[in-house]
């Protein structure tokens, strides 16, 4: 059965370096999303992703953030200077239609 | 502001018994209402989803139930397995993308 995969499964980076976390969708699936989950706490929306632009985004997905579909297969998010409260689990998901599809997480620990 | 609240926070029950959980939601406008279960460390895996003009649809043991007049819905788990024990969120969608998650209602299941 076809799944969502992230890479890589877990990212240490220091304070103010920049990380790009990966993640290939369902092949055949057309909306592109990331979350977030901060240890202990519920999983919050980032940003969509249709038509090679960003559809939505909440609050959270500021100036420091970016998304990209640099090929027909990749769905990567940046994050160019993070800080401690970027620590959490990053989630990468796809659909069709209504259903999403979530891949297993990337741990980013920012120290 | 747009809230989903999930109860209990955490149930513990014994192996083949049946349990409720419970949603509330104040999302508007409404588009889905959906039921995920997510293993410790992974990412959610859809259980149900629900429009507005769904009262109930089943999974297996799982049945969601889904009030939109009072903005309730409810996830009942029949004849309880060990591998049920997770966290199980409750999401609410709006027309555009953002899914709206709850914290979640922690599940174990006892031999």
């Known amino acids: 059965e076809p799944e969502v995969t992230q890479t890589p499964s877990h990212q240490v980076t220091q304070m103010g370096q920049e990380v790009i976390l990966r993640c290939v969708p369902i092949s055949n699936h057309l909306y592109f999303y990331w979350y977030r989950q901060i240890l202990g706490q519920k999983v919050e929306f980032l940003v969509s992703?249709?038509?090679?632009?960003?559809?939505?985004k909440s609050e959270i997905f500021d100036d420091q953030f970016s998304v990209e579909r640099p090929d027909g297969s990749n769905f990567t998010l940046k994050i160019r200077s993070t800080k401690l409260e970027d620590s959490a689990m990053y989630f990468c998901?796809?659909?069709?239609?209504?259903?999403?599809?979530f891949g297993p997480g990337t741990r980013l620990t920012v120290t | 502001k747009n809230q989903v609240e999930q109860s209990p926070q955490s149930l513990i029950i014994l192996e083949g018994k049946n349990c409720t959980l419970q949603?509330?939601?104040?999302?508007?406008?409404?588009?889905?209402l959906r039921w995920y279960k997510q293993d410790t460390g992974r990412g959610p895996v859809s259980l149900t989803i629900?429009?507005?003009?769904?009262n109930t649809k089943s999974n297996g043991r799982y049945t969601a139930t889904l009030d939109a007049d009072t903005k309730q819905s409810s996830l009942h788990i029949t004849a309880s397995q060990l591998s049920d024990s997770a966290s199980y969120i409750c999401v609410v969608t709006r027309p555009a993308d953002g899914l709206t998650f709850g914290k979640g209602t922690h599940l174990i299941i006892q031999p």
């Open positions: 992703f249709y038509n090679n632009e960003i559809s939505e």
């Open positions: 629900m429009t507005f003009s769904e």
């Open positions: 998901a796809s659909s069709a239609w209504h259903e999403q599809y």
């Open positions: 949603c509330n939601y104040t999302v508007s406008p409404f588009s889905n």
